[in-house]
């Protein structure tokens, strides 16, 4: 018997398998982050969050398990872990005597500052909602993916001069909306002095 007949190859072995998987992870590692990013405001932990869900689903394939539709796959993993953690945290952090915490330093924000960030973040989110669909995506594109203009040019198939107009237009369109909310009513958008290249 020649050589290699005794093993037939495994179709979705070897260089094969792992240039899918690199292309998966080009393709949907900044979203699964994004989706973990979005739950804990923490970028260290969403990449952790992120990383798991690629390792899954390695270990899946490795296992032979077809997965139809990776990205949703990975993105209902990365969901699920994100929830895992904050049941999780509790266990971790909420059972500390008081006083062992007292005087200990932390990275992380204020409550009472977090506690503000998130509700700007809510409050954005709502004024966001009541955008027209085209420009909550590119200005979620630029901002929240932080692609350049020359990327979001590639993903919506239009000419990278479209993207600056449509961008400068929905930061306007932003910024109106936003000084007629009375939360953030006086306080500068920031963006339309943004470097879109």
Do not use: C
Request: net charge negative; no cysteine.
């Amino acid at each position: 018997m020649p050589k290699g007949e005794a093993n037939p190859p495994d179709p979705r072995g070897g260089s094969a398998r792992r240039a899918e998987f690199e292309s998966l992870y080009e393709q949907h590692s900044r979203e699964v982050w994004a989706l973990a990013y979005a739950r804990w405001m923490d970028s260290d932990l969403a990449n952790d969050i992120m990383q798991e869900a690629f390792l899954r689903l390695w270990k899946q394939w490795e296992a032979n398990e077809d997965i139809q539709n990776p990205r949703a796959w990975l993105l209902r993993v990365a969901r699920n872990l994100a929830e895992d953690y904050a049941k999780s945290a509790f266990r971790r952090n909420g059972t500390q005597p008081p006083e062992l915490l007292n005087g200990v330093r932390s990275s992380q924000p204020l409550p009472a500052d977090e506690l503000e960030r998130q509700e700007q973040f809510a409050q954005l989110r709502a004024v966001l909602d009541e955008m027209a669909p085209a420009d909550r995506e590119i200005l979620t594109l630029r901002y929240a993916f932080d692609y350049d203009a020359n990327t979001i040019a590639d993903r919506l198939n239009v000419a990278v001069t479209a993207v600056h107009m449509r961008l400068s237009r929905a930061r306007q369109r932003l910024a109106e909306k936003l000084s007629s909310h009375g939360d953030f009513a006086g306080q500068p958008t920031g963006g339309a002095e943004d470097n879109d290249t």
